[in-house]
């Protein structure tokens, strides 16, 4: 007896814990009862694990079939010893002996050969299978070579069907062979970009172990790449060459070896691959600040990308204008310097058009740029809170507002008084024992609050007063007002200080190295100044300079309107510990494309990032020795957003541009999240089936709704340059199939071009028809274990006896004993409730 599924014998470990519990609830049944049910459930279980009982084979009449292997990879030496045998066989057993010679296909023996490109073995044992219906006796001559469908499943179809088969192993003659295994190269390629082209070899000899000395030719389309002489070591060996990708296109790319010593087969001495040039990559890099993406577009220019870089006023706000780019990288850009509509364009550009975002760091992004509850953030692979940290320190504020008299207004609400407003809600952002100062100033300065701690209730109304009191004056002297805010904000006790100067003019004075010494010279004391520029009659040149040298944010604002919410952003980010700027060592997370093939131990040190939180789903690949994230990664819809929380370069990675890996660094960052060809809207690929391909195409909208009723065409190029024409038909929801018979050996090209409510779409693929797994280099060993499995299921024998035709055994088919099994643990049920109800022990 077999028992056929005997993984369910696992079952039967529940059985004790059925005990168990019938314990623990006090026994309330009678023991016999408990005996009964676990034997119903043995008998269950023993049922599902399909039990059988081979019964003794019978005589019976009927044809015999000698199957025998003619393919080419017998070499003609061993067909015809297979032949002989096969024809001997047939001879022994009688004239009702039927012979099937098969290779690539199955043909009658003796009649005509078989295609030997091939080793069909499936098929032949599916051909005996539909010749014997009543069952049978087979005789299978081959190496056990087998090209063709799931052999094994054949042969357990013939057994079930009543077919024995024997087996004779028969082993091809030992030839000299050498062969091209493989040809490598990447699959996708950037023009300009170089790459490597390697080619595997295989050289199997008889006896003399001496290498082969042999020419090596290598073309790229219709050119001769490069050619050759080489040797060739026994075993495999491979030969690499670099090209560089130059237009876009398609890529053909093929290898023939030709040996000068003996060789059998000279089909498997070819072998092609196919590559997808794509043109440099479109990169708009836009820069938050003058020139700050200079560094990093100059590198990424270096590294063959097209950067066009642009002012945050330039960045398109639709969509269709957008994607004319492959991938947006922000540098330092604020969320205030952005329109609702540019932001939203920017989410969608990723999520609907699969494009690329990556987002860099600097003192105007992320929560530092106001990132928080916009559709920026939400394609970011980061959360804008910072992480949780302890109580965080005091902080000293100082508010310089311009009070001049071009801050007054003829009607309507005065930009003063919404600057009043700003600093009044400054206020509500600062904790009991911070401390701020607010100092007007017009050609003069006056303190309207002098540094002091703020405090709760009845203090904090009493600095709201004296701000909502301030007086408007004359003129503007913006460095005078840096001269006497600065060094007092320097003066203060606490050991986190910021300003923040508003201004809607232009000062007296312009001297800019004097700007520049102020404002080093508070840096050195650990201030930061960010600077809010108010109209269009502001000097944004110098508030933006001011606020890249005291390594704060510079703000404009057309709608004075918005100053209070910017202002209270301002006071928030002081009282915030949303930035770690100290010497940080930049940490492996875990492995990732973004970084392949570089040594985390050489990148070099941060001196400072925007510390936040990365969401659930993103991919941390470099982090903060305080696990901060630094780089993150995440799939946004249809593309992918980078975020790299420090600086391209100065504030806070000012090392990096030094660093010999800048440009490969950020080149490949940046290419992680280009989209490749096959993330667009329309989808094709090829199914290889045994004498040629299936074509599939699958069409849908941005929107992912399939694109129906579409005319769908396809351009094929043979390796020869000839070209055929098809149409593709609808087979299901957007999507479209054909198959096409291909003959050659070698590369293709399939152009298909689909049309559809005057919309036009386009893909090129590569196909490589191989040449056939006849002629590939074996093992014997493998052959023989198949036939022995063969053998195996079907009741077989290793041992070829020959009878005459009256005397085959027919197997008899397996008697199932589930049934049973079944049928007893039922009658055993009905005796379990009959005990239960005391109808059997009355």
């Known amino acids: 007896m077999i028992w056929q599924a005997p993984h369910m014998f696992w079952l039967l470990l529940a059985l004790p814990a059925l005990v168990l519990i019938w314990r623990r609830a006090g026994r309330r049944l009678p023991w016999r009862v408990v005996v009964l049910r676990l034997t119903i459930l043995t008998l269950l279980i023993g049922a599902l694990a399909n039990p059988v009982r081979q019964q003794a084979d019978t005589p019976a009449t009927g044809p015999l079939l000698v199957i025998y292997d003619q393919s080419d990879s017998l070499t003609p030496a061993g067909q015809a010893a297979i032949r002989a045998e096969a024809e001997a066989i047939a001879a022994a057993a009688g004239p009702q002996t039927r012979l099937l010679a098969f290779g690539a296909n199955v043909v009658a023996g003796n009649e005509r050969m078989p295609d030997g490109a091939g080793s069909d073995l499936a098929q032949a044992l599916r051909t005996a299978r539909q010749l014997l219906p009543s069952g049978g006796r087979v005789i299978l001559i081959g190496d056990g070579h087998n090209t063709g469908g799931d052999v094994l499943a054949e042969a357990q179809r013939a057994a079930a069907a009543g077919i024995r088969v024997d087996v004779r192993f028969i082993a091809a003659p030992a030839a000299p062979e050498i062969a091209v295994t493989r040809l490598d190269a990447p699959a996708l390629v950037r023009s300009g970009e170089p790459f490597d082209i390697t080619v595997t070899t295989t050289y199997q000899p008889i006896d003399d172990p001496t290498p082969i000395a042999a020419d090596l030719r290598i073309w790229v389309d219709e050119q001769l790449l490069g050619e050759e002489s080489v040797v060739i070591p026994p075993g495999q060996y491979q030969f690499t060459i670099t090209h560089t990708a130059e237009q876009p296109g398609l890529l053909s790319l093929r290898t023939e070896i030709i040996p000068t010593g003996n060789d059998t087969f000279a089909a498997n001495n070819v072998a092609a691959a196919t590559a997808l040039v794509m043109p440099p990559p479109r990169i708009l890099l836009v820069e938050g600040s003058r020139d700050n993406g200079a560094v990093l577009g100059a590198a990424l220019t270096q590294a063959g990308m097209e950067v066009e870089r642009v002012s945050v006023s330039a960045v398109p706000g639709v969509l269709n204008r957008l994607a004319m780019y492959d991938g947006i990288v922000l540098v330092d850009v604020s969320a205030n310097q952005l329109s609702f509509e540019q932001m939203t364009a920017l989410r969608e550009v990723v999520r609907s058009e699969g494009k690329g975002l990556t987002v860099i760091g600097g003192n105007q992004s992320f929560t ?148 520049q010494q102020l404002v080093e010279t508070a840096r050195a004391a650990q201030i930061t100044l960010s600077t809010i520029a108010i109209g269009t009659d502001a000097d944004t040149d110098l508030l933006d300079q001011l606020a890249r040298w005291g390594n704060g944010r510079y703000y404009f604002v057309p709608d004075a309107a918005d100053l209070p919410r910017i202002t209270l952003q301002e006071s928030e980010i002081a009282g915030s510990e949303l930035t770690v700027e100290q010497p940080s060592p930049v940490r492996l997370n875990q492995p990732h494309p973004l970084v392949r093939n570089f040594d985390p131990s050489t990148l070099p040190l941060l001196d400072g990032y925007i510390a936040l939180q990365s969401r659930p789903e993103a991919t941390v690949v ?59 809207p329309l989808q094709v690929w090829v199914e290889p089936l045994s004498r040629g391909i299936r074509l599939m195409v699958d069409a849908q909208t941005i929107g992912g709704v399939p694109i129906d009723l579409a005319q769908v065409n396809a351009q094929i190029t043979f390796p020869d340059q000839r070209s055929q024409r098809i149409s593709l038909l609808q087979i299901g929801p957007g999507r479209y199939s054909r198959d096409v018979a291909l003959g050659e050996v070698g590369p293709y090209r399939v152009v298909v071009a689909l049309f559809a409510d005057g919309q036009t779409l386009q893909r090129s693929i590569g196909y490589v028809q191989a040449p056939p797994t006849e002629y590939a280099i074996h093992d014997p060993a493998q052959g023989a274990e198949r036939l022995r499995q063969i053998a195996a299921i079907t009741g077989g024998s290793t041992e070829v006896v020959v009878v005459d035709e009256a005397s085959v055994a027919m197997p008899a088919s397996p008697q199932e004993l589930w049934p049973w099994l079944a049928a007893l643990a039922l009658a055993l049920w009905v005796g379990e409730i009959a005990l239960r109800r005391n109808q059997l022990y009355a």
């Open 622 to 680: 470099l982090s903060s020795p305080a696990d901060d994230p630094l780089l993150s990664v995440w799939q946004y819809g249809l593309g992918r957003s980078v975020a790299w929380t420090a600086s391209a370069a100065a504030p806070w990675a000012t090392r990096w541009p030094g660093w010999s890996e800048y440009d490969r660094f950020w080149n490949q960052v940046i290419q992680y999240t280009i989209p490749t060809p096959d993330s667009g």
């Open 368 to 515: 530092l740029g106001g990132y928080a509850r916009t559709p920026l953030a939400e394609a970011l692979p980061l959360l804008m809170e910072p992480p949780p940290r302890p109580q965080r320190a005091p902080i000293s504020l100082l508010l310089i507002i311009d009070r001049s008299a071009s801050m007054s207004a003829s009607f309507g609400v005065s930009k003063f008084d919404l600057a009043k407003e700003a600093a009044i809600l400054a206020l509500t952002a600062l904790q009991a024992g911070d401390r701020i100062g607010i100092l007007a100033f017009d050609t003069d300065t006056i303190w309207t609050i002098p540094f002091q701690a703020v405090g709760k209730g009845t203090a904090i109304a009493e600095l709201q007063t004296r701000i909502a009191t301030m007086a408007i004056g004359g003129g503007t002297n913006i460095e005078r007002a840096l001269a006497v805010g600065l060094p007092a904000l320097a003066a203060e006790p606490h050991s986190v200080r910021h300003a923040v100067l508003l201004t809607d003019g232009r000062s007296y004075s312009n001297n800019y190295p004097r700007y």
